[in-house]
């Protein structure tokens, strides 16, 4: 609930998720440890429940016995709680499936990457079911074309209904390669890079595709376009091994403490339109270069800026859609900075793996 879950957070873990059963998640531990000694068993603790640097741990130390004292049995009927919210999923599920055929299309084709779903076209009517038979088909078409279901929720559903109430053309950038685009039937899904078992993304190019297609940046090598999409909770992510990153939301923003150095940045929240994300430069990228509103493509700042040609592809970039908030370790947009009239901030640190590039 904290971090803006949907329903498939709100209610818990499954007892039964395909082959996995977990037998004892409706004990409580008291109810486990009395068996235990009972029986004669001995257990081992793990040291780590008790470090509160972990949220879980703060949660189950410092908040539920609070709530335990303002409601008594609150964990009893969050669980309880939860196990209707399982119903409802149940119920919400099942009507997708039955009404699947009606609102996606798929459109099969060749891929050395894939066999099934090359994309899928989400028609308009979607727009006419209620809110939450709709996330949930668009949900199933993310993880569909994405073939995973991990990190895909609440904030790229709702990302992605937006773009129905968007013109024609307007596209949006997902986790692992996925891309939105308005079309006059409603909004195409597809995804343009595939992630390796190393980590990285390859791009999904062959003969009837060109660089323009992928927004490619002329130059990146082999094909590797790699993208990672920001999370606004405060927790560290991995930036391509390269880098770990923590991003925030601000509760308040004082001009006299925004941070100078080149690797923390605050950047307007109010300004932003779309998922934000880290990836490589693309060939349409472009700054925001003063208060007026004119723009520079990005390949030209690299060009005043001295970078040299070979350094520009493994740049990172914090990207809008083609807008470019701030190369890493360089300038910011003009319009992402905060001023007097800021209503939100966020903070972006970025910090370099000391392990990276070697063995571990």
């Not at 189950?60 to 209707?84: N, Q, T």
């Not at 066999?115 to 038979?133: V, Y």
Request: hydrophobic share 35%; charged share 30%.
């Amino acid at each position: 609930m904290f971090r803006g879950s949907g329903i498939s957070g709100l209610r818990g873990i499954l007892p039964v998720s395909g082959e996995i059963i977990r037998p004892l998640l409706s004990l409580s531990r008291e109810e486990i440890e009395a068996y235990l000694k009972e029986e004669g068993i001995s257990w081992r603790t793990d040291e780590s429940n008790e470090e509160l640097i972990f949220a879980r741990n703060r949660i189950r130390h410092e908040i539920l016995p609070v709530a335990e004292e303002i409601c008594a049995g609150a964990k009893e009927h969050m669980a309880e709680s939860a196990a209707r919210l399982r119903e409802i999923e149940e119920y919400i599920k099942a009507r997708a499936e039955a009404e699947k055929n009606k609102y996606l299309v798929y459109f099969p084709g060749k891929s050395e990457f894939r066999e099934d779903k090359d994309s899928i076209l989400i028609k308009n009517e979607i727009t006419e079911l209620p809110k939450a038979l709709s996330g949930e088909l668009i949900l199933q078409a993310l993880c569909e074309i994405a073939g995973k279901k991990r990190d895909i929720g609440l904030a790229q559903v709702e990302a992605l209904y937006g773009l129905f109430f968007s013109q024609v053309g307007r596209k949006r950038e997902f986790i692992y390669g996925l891309k939105a685009e308005r079309e006059y039937e409603g909004v195409r899904l597809f995804q343009i890079s595939e992630i390796t078992e190393e980590g990285k993304t390859e791009s999904k190019q062959d003969n009837k595709t060109d660089s323009k297609q992928h927004g490619q940046l002329e130059g990146l090598q082999d094909g590797i376009q790699e993208t990672v999409q920001v999370v606004l909770n405060g927790d560290e992510f991995s930036l391509g091994g390269e880098y770990f990153v923590n991003a925030r939301l601000l509760s308040g923003v004082s001009l006299k403490k925004i941070p100078t150095d080149s690797y923390t940045k605050w950047l307007n929240y109010d300004t932003i339109n779309n998922c934000l994300v880290f990836r490589h430069p693309e060939k349409n990228d472009y700054l925001i270069i003063n208060k007026e509103g004119g723009r520079k493509l990005l390949k030209d700042y690299f060009v005043n800026e001295k970078i040299p040609a070979k350094k520009r592809p493994a740049l990172w970039v914090l990207a809008d859609g083609d807008r470019i908030l701030w190369v890493v370790g360089y300038r910011i947009g003009e319009d992402a900075k905060v001023t007097e009239t800021t209503g939100k901030a966020i903070e972006i640190k970025v910090k370099e793996d000391p392990f990276y590039g070697r063995a571990h």
